[in-house]
C-alpha cells in the first residue's frame, strides 16, 4: 500500500528564511507528485507538479525537486514571507485497482513569524 | 472561471438524515472525485468518475453514492448520515488520465458537514 509521509508536521521560522518541506512516499511507481497548500478554512490550491520523468519544477520562489529511486521530494521555498503561512501537503498519483488516484500526506503546517 | 465549485459550504444535519454535496466544475475535465477531510487522517478518497456515466469506490465509500450524468456535476450522496460522516468534504476534478501525463487537481473549497 502507497504511504506519504511528511515530516515535521509543524513548522515555524522567521520571516525571510529559506525553508525546506519534505515528503516521502513507499512506491516509487508513480505517475506524479503534487504540492498543494491549504489555507485555514479553505480547499487545496495546487503549486506544482512534477511529472514521473522529471526531476524539478519551479514557481517564483518555489521549487520543488523528486528523487522517485528514494522516494523522496522536497519544497522549497525561498525568503519566506508570513504569507506563505499554510499548510503544505503533497501527494502521488498512481494506479490502485486499475484507476489513477491521489494519495496525500498529512501536510505540515507553517507558521511565518514577521 | 469558476472551476470547480462545491455547494453548500457548511452543513448540520441529525443522525438518519440524508442530503446531497453538489460538486460542478466548468474545465470540462473529465476524472473527478471525492475526498474527505479528517484530522490525524489527512485527505482520503471516497469516490471517484473518470467520465459520464461511470463512477468507482475509493478509499473509503461506505455510507456515500456517486452519480455522473454530465461532464459537469459530480453529487454526492450520504444515505443515512451518522456522527462518523462528520467531516470536511472536498471535490476535486483534472483533465487527462493519460500515463505519464497526469495534469494537477483542481479543488473546490470544501463543504464541512456537521452530523449530530
Known amino acids: 500500500k502507497q504511504e506519504v509521509t511528511q515530516i515535521p508536521a509543524a513548522l515555524s521560522v522567521p520571516e525571510g528564511e529559506n525553508l525546506v518541506l519534505n515528503c516521502s512516499f513507499t512506491?516509487?511507481?508513480?505517475?506524479?507528485l503534487q504540492w498543494f497548500r491549504q489555507d485555514p478554512g479553505k480547499g487545496l490550491t495546487s503549486l506544482l507538479l512534477?511529472?514521473?520523468?522529471?526531476r524539478e519544477q519551479t514557481s517564483g520562489r518555489l521549487n520543488a525537486s523528486l528523487d522517485k529511486s528514494s522516494g523522496r521530494s522536497t519544497l522549497y521555498i525561498a525568503a519566506s514571507q508570513p504569507g506563505d503561512s499554510a499548510t503544505y501537503l503533497c501527494a502521488v498519483r498512481k494506479v490502485i485497482g486499475g484507476a489513477q488516484k491521489l494519495v496525500f500526506g498529512q501536510g505540515t503546517r507553517l507558521t511565518i513569524n514577521p | 472561471n469558476a472551476g470547480v465549485t462545491q455547494t453548500p459550504k457548511f452543513q448540520v444535519l441529525k443522525t438518519g438524515q440524508s442530503m446531497t454535496l453538489q460538486c460542478a466544475q466548468d474545465?470540462?475535465?473529465?476524472?473527478m472525485s471525492w475526498y474527505r477531510q479528517d484530522p490525524g487522517m489527512g485527505l482520503r478518497l471516497i469516490h471517484y468518475?473518470?467520465?459520464?456515466?461511470?463512477?468507482d469506490q475509493g478509499e473509503v465509500p461506505n455510507g456515500y453514492n456517486v452519480s455522473r450524468s454530465t461532464t459537469e456535476d459530480f453529487p454526492l450522496r450520504l444515505l443515512s448520515a451518522a456522527p462518523s460522516q462528520t467531516s470536511v468534504y472536498f471535490c476535486?476534478?483534472?483533465?487527462?488520465?493519460?500515463?505519464?501525463?497526469?495534469?494537477?487537481?483542481?479543488f473546490g473549497d470544501g463543504t464541512r458537514l456537521s452530523i449530530l
Open positions: 512534477i511529472q514521473s520523468s522529471q
Open positions: 476535486a476534478s483534472s483533465s487527462t488520465l493519460l500515463p505519464g501525463q497526469g495534469q494537477p487537481q483542481h
Open positions: 512506491d516509487s511507481a508513480i505517475y506524479n
Open positions: 474545465m470540462n475535465h473529465e476524472y
Open positions: 468518475s473518470v467520465g459520464a456515466g461511470i463512477t
